[in-house]
Every structure is written in C-alpha cells, then in structure tokens.
T-cell receptor
Framework: DQQVKQNSPSLSVQEGRISILNCDYT??????FLWYKKYPAEGPTFLIS?????DKNEDGRFTVFLNKSAKHLSLHIVPSQPGDSAVYFC????????????????FGQGTTLQVKP | NAGVTQTPKFQVLKTGQSMTLQCAQD?????MYWYRQDPGMGLRLIYY???????DKGEVPNGYNVSRLNKREFSLRLESAAPSQTSVYFC????????????FGDGTRLSIL
C-alpha cells in the first residue's frame, strides 16, 4: 500500500499565528517527502522537502517535521501571513522508485489554508 | 524564464471529441509528467516520460495517450473525450538524478459536456 494522506481538507488561522498542516503515509519505506503550495489558477510550486534520515528541515518561516515511527509529517508556518493562503500538498516518491528513479510522486489530497488578517 | 508552458489554458469539448494538450519546458529537464487534479483527490499521475524516447503509464492512464515529441515537449491526447475526464490537467518536468522537486505548468482546465 503506497498512500499519502492529508485528512484535513481545510485550516483557518489568524495572521501571525502558527499554521500546522499534517500528512500521514502508509508505507514505512517512503524515504523522501515534499511539500507543494498551490494558488488558484496556478500550478503547484515546490516549498520544502525532507529526507527520512532527518526529522526536521527548516527554511525561513517553513519547517517540516518527520515522525517516522508514527508515519507522519507536518508543515509548520510561523508566523502565518495572508499571502500563505493556498492549497498545500504533501507528496512522496513511491518506495520502489528509488532504483529506477523515474521521479514519480504520490500526492496527498491537499489542505486549503486560509490566513485571516 | 518560461519554465513549463501548457496550452491551451481552457477548453470545452463535447463528449466524443478529441483533443491534444500541449506541454513544453525550457529547463533542459529529462523527465516529464501529466497529472489531473480533481476535487478532494489531489494530483493523480496519468502518464510520465522518465527520459526522451520513453513513456509509461501512471495511476490513471485509461482514455489517454501521450507523445514525447522531443526533450522539450510532452503532449497528452484524449481520443474520445468523456465527461469523467473533466478536470484540471497539469504538466510537470524534473531534472533526473536523485529525488528532487518537479516543476509545474499553470494547468489546462478542461470541461467535457
């Protein structure tokens, strides 16, 4: 089973507060994860990634945490800004793809974040 | 920097009509992908081309065909459009060599009546 799941369709936070977006996966062999951000009428853009050899990766206001035992990752945005309002997707290459390196990705369903001024 | 360019941006078809969605990238990437996005379903891979000269099926290939015309261009064809193919279609590209991000176009919104 190779699934990446985002169980919260939407999240609303106040400007300046923390946004936490969650993602679960079903196969412990997933070893690399990416977060994408998507604005309406645009394509997804890469935001941040994490390898399974790490449990945290930070880039400015964005931090991704990986909990391998729980098969769970989360994206923290601190502080949240109105411009962060978008759909966020987590994604991962399928576990058996490593040797063939096709670059395929499995995406979660997405979470719509609304940051209120 | 154009990146990944998709044409057209919008299209309305009648059931049974055919159509080709075009995608071109100017980043000299080896791998290209076609996804569809439906509400509550995330992005699902239709077909991909890991390198020039190769194409393979993704998760939802039925009803579609692809052509990797050259390194820059990867087209998606609907031979006989069905209402179930109403969706937003995204093309993406990636440079080979280890796990790394894909770069996406802005999508084609396709409605089939």
């Amino acid at each position: 089973d190779q699934q990446v799941k985002q169980n919260s369709p939407s999240l609303s936070v106040q400007e300046g507060r923390i946004s936490i977006l969650n993602c679960d996966y079903t196969n412990s062999m997933f070893d690399y994860f990416l977060w994408y951000k998507k604005y309406p009428a645009e394509g997804p853009t890469f935001l941040i990634s994490i390898s399974s050899i790490k449990d945290k990766n930070e880039d400015g206001r964005f931090t991704v945490f990986l909990n391998k035992s729980a098969k769970h990752l989360s994206l923290h945005i601190v502080p949240s800004q109105p411009g962060d309002s978008a759909v966020y997707f987590c994604a991962a290459p399928p576990p058996r793809d490593g040797s063939s390196n096709t670059g395929k990705l499995i995406f979660g369903q997405g979470t719509t974040l609304q940051v209120k001024p | 920097n154009a990146g990944v360019t998709q044409t057209p941006k919008f299209q309305v078809l009648k059931t049974g009509q055919s159509m080709t969605l075009q995608c071109a990238q100017d980043m000299n990437h080896n791998s290209m992908y076609w996804y569809r996005q439906d509400p509550g379903m995330g992005l699902r891979l239709i077909y991909y081309s890991a390198s020039e000269g190769t194409t393979d099926k993704g998760e939802v290939p039925n009803g579609y065909n692809v052509s990797r015309l050259n390194k820059r261009e990867f087209s998606l064809r609907l031979e006989s459009a069905a209402p179930s193919q109403t969706s937003v279609y995204f093309c993406a590209s990636m440079r080979q060599g280890g796990p790394q991000p894909q770069h996406f176009g802005d999508g084609t919104r396709l409605s089939i009546l």
